[in-house]
Every structure is written in C-alpha cells, then in structure tokens.
C-alpha cells in the first residue's frame, strides 16, 4: 500500500487514480495520519459460492411457475438485490 501526503496527492492525483483502477492501495495521510483511501468503485468480479447457487436455484424455480417473461424476471432480481 503506497502512502501519499496531501500535497503529493494533489500533485500526482491522475496517477494515484491509475493505480487504485489496478488495485493497489493509496492512502493520503494529513499530518502524518492516514485520512482517506483511493479505491476503485469497479465490479471485482468474485468466485460464486454455494450459498449463490441455492439462491439461483430458488428464483429459477419461482421463474418456471409464474408467468413472467425474461427480461421482467431479471429486472425484478436485480431491484430485489438492490433492496439488499
């Protein structure tokens, strides 16, 4: 984790953004305290776990005995995930 100053912060911004993007971590310190961390608000994509499949399972079952078309069906998932 690379630590940066206010100052050199200010100076470097563009690059310090450049390499969060990539996944190494930048700390911006004010009086030699770490006060803010750049990360990249990106998707990291992650392994799917068992408890993702049961989930799966559970609405592709609720899919096949409703009436509902694809696209709805998905547009209602993803609402639901935001709701989480």
Not at 18 to 26: D, I, Q, S, T
Not at 27 to 40: A, D, F, M, N, W
Not at 66 to 73: L, P, V
């Amino acid at each position: 984790m690379s630590t940066y100053t206010v100052a050199e912060a200010k100076n470097k911004l563009s690059e310090l953004i450049n390499r969060a993007l990539k996944g190494e971590g930048v700390v911006i310190t004010r009086h030699g305290q770490p006060v803010v961390e750049l990360k990249s608000v990106r998707h990291v994509p992650r392994a799917m776990t068992e408890a993702d499949f049961e989930w799966l399972r559970a609405h592709r079952a609720r899919l096949t005995q409703t009436k509902t078309d694809a696209g709805t069906f998905v547009s209602q998932m993803r609402d639901e995930e935001w709701e989480r």
